[in-house]
């Protein structure tokens, strides 16, 4: 269920309660209420709302989900005709809120910007902050369920970046199924996972993974222990879904951990698509059933 629910956090980032940062003379318009009904904007003197055919643009404002989850953005660019042709009530849009069929959202310069507390240390953490660039693009077919995920991805200024594409059937988007993720009706028939350049990856994953390791042994044999457990089960995967050269590469991405280089690339079909519901195995062997029914290619390319 890894791409659903990147989807939901990447289309949740446009959700909860306005603030002002600093007094300002009410803004009106479709862009200014978009951004009021969906929320947590803090906007300043500099911030400014031009709306568009079509499309909002807000540019230097914060997000802000408490004092430490704060981030400042230079731009975010929301496209979606439905959203503004007038037809969806923006002031009020929060309540049984039911996902526009065609989304387009693109967010440059993305920065934390805490505040901790220290002006000093808040200014440090966001000088150090490389700025990172988003973007969400999806279509969806209300009726029959078709799902088109363009792109969801995350990119840095020197051209590393990760991102996502994928097709699924039958998906409901109502904030209904939104707020069930573990029973999202729909399923997966492909989906197209990239890494151009594994250290950026890396840096954003390891920390997290090395983190759930216990304190109290080695480290590096832990990791190492569990690098051997992962390789037997590539070792393990069905030939007839998962190639020699599959098997290879994803080897290397795990005896290369926490420190993998190079680009990655991960295609998977299904046929029949994999019910989202089953993306959340018990076990191996339930793991294994469902790789035997899709069609999974991996490619590396190492460093230069």
């Not at 029959?144 to 995920?149: F, V």
Request: aromatic residues 8%; proline residues 7%.
């Amino acid at each position: 269920m890894r791409f659903v629910l990147a989807l939901a956090a990447a289309i949740s980032f446009f959700a909860p309660v306005a603030q002002a940062q600093t007094p300002q003379t009410p803004v009106s318009g479709p862009c200014a209420d978009l951004a009021k009904a969906l929320g947590f904007i803090e906007a300043t003197k500099k911030t400014r709302f031009q709306d568009g055919d079509g499309a909002c643009s807000i540019t230097q404002f914060y997000v802000s989900f408490g004092s430490y989850i704060r981030y400042r953005i230079d731009e975010a660019i929301v496209r979606s005709p439905e959203l503004f042709t007038g037809d969806v009530d923006l002031k009020n849009a929060v309540g049984g809120f039911i996902l526009p069929t065609e989304l387009d959202i693109s967010v440059t310069g993305f920065v934390l910007a805490p505040e901790t507390g220290s002006a000093l240390n808040d200014y440090i953490i966001e000088t150090q902050s490389e700025p990172l660039d988003l973007h969400l693009a999806y279509r969806w077919d209300r009726d029959t369920g078709a799902l088109n995920l363009a792109d969801l991805g995350v990119r840095t200024r020197d051209g590393s970046a990760i991102t996502m594409a994928a097709m699924a059937s039958d998906v409901a988007l109502t904030q209904e199924h939104l707020d069930k993720l573990e029973a999202l009706p729909g399923g997966i028939e492909q989906l197209i996972f990239s890494v151009e350049d594994a250290s950026f990856f890396a840096s954003l994953v390891s920390p997290a993974l090395l983190g759930m390791l216990p304190d109290d042994g080695d480290p590096r044999a832990l990791v190492a222990s569990y690098q051997k457990v992962a390789v037997t089960l590539i070792d393990s995967l069905p030939g007839d879904s998962v190639s020699n050269n599959s098997k290879a590469a994803l080897r290397d991405f795990v005896e290369s951990f926490p420190k993998p280089t190079g680009d990655y690339t991960v295609q998977l079909r299904a046929d029949p698509p994999i019910p989202f519901v089953s993306l959340q195995p018990s076990d191996i062997s339930e793991l294994l059933g469902l790789l035997a029914t899709t069609e999974l290619t991996v490619t590396h390319t190492p460093e230069e």
